[in-house]
């Protein structure tokens, strides 16, 4: 069973930010896609952004483009998603997530069709003044 540890949520300002870390402790990166998700209670899950880290392409949702960034480090079995410029619309319980390579055709439609992940516990993310 893949393993997967989220961690850097808390409680921000409006216009802060905060660095979430995924980090994978039962498998390599480079054999996964991994994404960033969040949910607020009463609404579907909405993919954030999501990252090839074998050939770096990468995804981002329009609603944070510009403020969110993601990246890999491969070395370290880990994923972050920088999240700058917060709002309160940010708020929500932000989970990372896994798909192999071989069955995702893009990181996009892995963001956009969310279908097989691994998911972790997720990590709270508030913004608030």
């Known amino acids: 069973q893949l393993q997967l540890v989220e961690s850097g949520g808390g409680l921000v300002h409006p216009g802060g930010s905060l660095r979430l870390s995924c980090v994978t402790p039962s498998f390599a990166l480079d054999h996964y896609a991994i994404g960033w998700f969040r949910q607020v209670p009463g609404k579907g899950r909405e993919g954030v952004s999501c990252i090839n880290t074998r050939d770096d392409t990468t995804y981002v949702a329009d609603s944070v483009k510009g403020r969110f960034a993601i990246a890999g480090d491969n070395a370290k079995n880990t994923v972050y998603l920088q999240m700058n410029a917060l709002e309160p619309e940010d708020t929500a319980t932000y989970y990372c997530?896994?798909?192999?390579?071989?069955?995702?055709?893009?990181?996009?439609?892995?963001?956009?069709?969310?279908?097989?992940?691994?998911w972790g516990q997720g990590t709270q993310v508030t913004v608030s003044s």
């Open positions: 997530a896994a798909a192999l390579l071989g069955r995702i055709t893009t990181v996009q439609d892995m963001c956009v069709f969310p279908s097989r992940l691994s």
